[in-house]
């Protein structure tokens, strides 16, 4: 019970503490991703953005959607990942006023197409790390983020990727 009443006391204190901190952002990325199976690998690119909220400074919750943008070829057919969506939750530890460094927890839901096959879809744990910049320039809340998130695990295939994005909070 103190701990819960603890918590409580931190959740509620934090936001009064930070009120001149933004809490909310989106993000505008990139993304190079490996579809690995058996011994062969093939290399997609995504666009995407994300939307969140840091209710406190340590922990911020995102909603992403991404898009593919290029396919793979293998053995005549081209592999590509159409579309997809992911929601997660950031532990987050900031290294002082700028810069923070944090983990990802989350589902993520895509849909891959194979030229001449069709498409199917499928979901899964999504994790990862990453780090984040984000001066305070004024009004101005701007920087960058580099990521790398393995988004499926399954069946003897693996997704993952580096991510690199613009950040804007509000």
């Known amino acids: 019970m103190k701990l819960f009443v603890l918590a409580a006391a931190?959740?509620?204190?934090?936001?009064?503490?930070?009120?001149?901190?933004?809490?909310?952002?989106?993000?505008?990325?990139?993304?190079?991703?490996?579809?690995k199976a058996s011994d062969t690998t093939?290399?997609?690119?995504?666009?995407?953005?994300?939307?969140g909220w840091t209710p406190v400074r340590w922990l911020g919750l995102e909603a992403n959607a991404f898009w593919?943008?290029?396919?793979?070829?293998l053995s005549g057919y081209d592999?590509?990942?159409?579309?997809?969506?992911?929601?997660?939750?950031?532990p987050t530890l900031p290294l002082g006023d700028d810069w923070s460094v944090y983990a990802r927890l989350g589902y993520m839901h895509a849909r891959i197409s194979v030229s001449d096959l069709g498409s199917g879809t499928d979901h899964d744990t999504a994790y990862g790390v990453g780090a984040q910049w984000v001066p305070h320039w004024g009004t101005y809340h701007m920087?960058?983020?580099?990521?790398?998130?393995?988004?499926?695990?399954?069946?003897g295939m693996t997704i993952d990727g580096t991510t690199l994005s613009f950040v804007q909070r509000f």
């Open 68 to 73: 593919g943008v290029s396919s793979a070829n």
């Open 79 to 90: 592999v590509k990942i159409d579309s997809g969506y992911m929601a997660s939750v950031l």
């Open 143 to 155: 920087g960058a983020r580099l990521e790398y998130t393995q988004f499926y695990h399954k069946d």
């Open 42 to 51: 093939l290399n997609v690119s995504e666009l995407g953005g994300s939307v």
């Open 10 to 35: 931190l959740l509620t204190a934090a936001p009064a503490a930070m009120a001149d901190d933004p809490q909310g952002f989106y993000t505008l990325g990139y993304t190079y991703a490996s579809i």
